[in-house]
């Protein structure tokens, strides 16, 4: 069987007996000391950011002038197949297909308001307007619930990437008993997330933040696992998300590793 994602609220084929699963990421991976695993230390109560030496991203002048990059700056640092050797890469929104900033409205209208930045994080955005943004799914080939991620790009002004970072930051430990979804007069109000766990880490970029979380489907879908990673790296924030319905969820790696690595 094909493997199958989907980023933002599409309804998606899975292997085996997931027949049908409505995804913000990629479905499962495999177990191990990846970036977004379980195996790194756990506080449930908080979340910490780290900071290595701050580097401008490549090819971005415009960033050192207030600005973030555009479209076409931002499309020259996603992955491709070559980066990632035995994946396949799946371009969702950019490098050539539409970007949609409708979405801000709905993360903007999640209940409760305090958590809204974490629902946005767990779909790959924020509460704030961008320059540009791409999102894929990568997966290795030989395996449908196989290591694999969702990966987003997003390039805003230096200010507004700071501020993503400090109120996803003040928002983790507010929202762990909280389920968090937009209002029924928006899109994707049938998908919400519960049990948000803050996760320690270090090492990634400008700054970093971890957590996991349960997304929750209306109408008796099933609870799925999720893990996010998120990391700044001077205006330009890389979210990586996996999920997986069978096990703790995983992001592998190499893929963080070579797309941190473009950022740099």
Partial sequence: MMNAFAVGRRVVAAAGAVAVLALTGACGADSGDDAGGRKQSATAGSASSA??????????????????????????LALTAHDVPGYTVNTVTGKGSPVNHDDLTTYRAVTPAPCRPVYAAAQLGSLHDFTAHVSQD???????????????????TPADARTVMTELGAALPKCAAAEMRPS????????GYSDTQPRSLSGYGDEALAFDATQVIDGGGPSIPVTVLVVRQDSTIATFLSLNPFQPPTIPQDIVDAQLKKLA
């Fill in 184 to 191: 029924a007069a928006h899109p994707g109000a049938g998908l």
């Fill in 51 to 76: 900071s290595s030496t701050p580097q401008q991203v490549s090819g971005s002048p415009a960033s050192a002038a207030g600005k973030g990059l555009d479209q076409k700056g931002l499309d020259r």
């Fill in 138 to 156: 990568i997966v290795t080939a030989s395996d449908d619930l196989g290591q694999h991620a969702s990966v987003g790009l997003t390039s805003y």
